[in-house]
């Protein structure tokens, strides 16, 4: 039995995993990040957006009453621009919902079947082992539901595998996008 996990401690299933999960979380973070990138202002909200400001800037500065006319024109002016901006940036929205609603929800329901299938299948199987010296007082919460016990080594179950590779594909595609 010994023998067995020995060798199963050397298979590739670690990296495999590891490059799986590194490859959804990769894709996840590809998409939001071009989705902000698309989700960025339009020429023409931009264009809005100054024209709201030079209006409001003006009607500040007519102050007078024989001018509180004029200035009320300008703010009616500002306002409707500002409604026309809210319904630019709705469609605008809607649009992205719809290129990016799709992809996001597959890429949600593949994690998660990828996630199930690989507990299934490596459930009981030890992913990989690691010296029993350097996860010292953590050895039996590593080796937890791994299925075996090695002299000197502590077994890695899928769980724990699959946290630990969650978490460092994530950290990698923070750095890595940024």
């Known amino acids: 039995m010994e023998e067995k996990l020995t060798e199963h401690g050397r298979s590739l299933a670690a990296p495999v995993i590891f490059i799986l999960v590194f490859s959804l979380h990769f894709v996840s ?24 400001r030079q209006l409001l800037k003006e009607a500040s500065s ?13 703010r009616r002016m500002a306002a409707a621009k ?21 992809y996001e929800k597959l890429l949600t329901i593949s994690k998660v079947l990828t996630y199930v299938v690989l507990i299934l299948w490596f459930w009981k199987i030890p992913i990989t082992t690691i010296s029993d010296q350097l996860v010292q007082p953590f050895g039996k919460l590593l080796s937890w539901r791994s299925g075996a016990y090695l002299k000197d080594n502590v077994v890695v179950g899928i769980i724990l595998w699959l946290i630990v590779s969650t978490r460092v594909s994530r950290f990698i595609c923070r750095k890595v996008l940024e």
């Open 82 to 102: 500002e409604k026309e901006l809210a319904k630019n940036e709705e469609m605008h929205d809607k649009d992205m919902k719809l290129s990016f609603g799709t």
């Open 29 to 52: 973070k590809y998409l939001e990040f071009h989705k902000k990138k698309k989700g960025s202002m339009s020429e023409l909200d931009v264009q809005l957006r100054a024209e709201i």
């Open 62 to 74: 007519l102050m007078q009453p024989s001018t509180f006319v004029q200035a009320a024109k300008l």
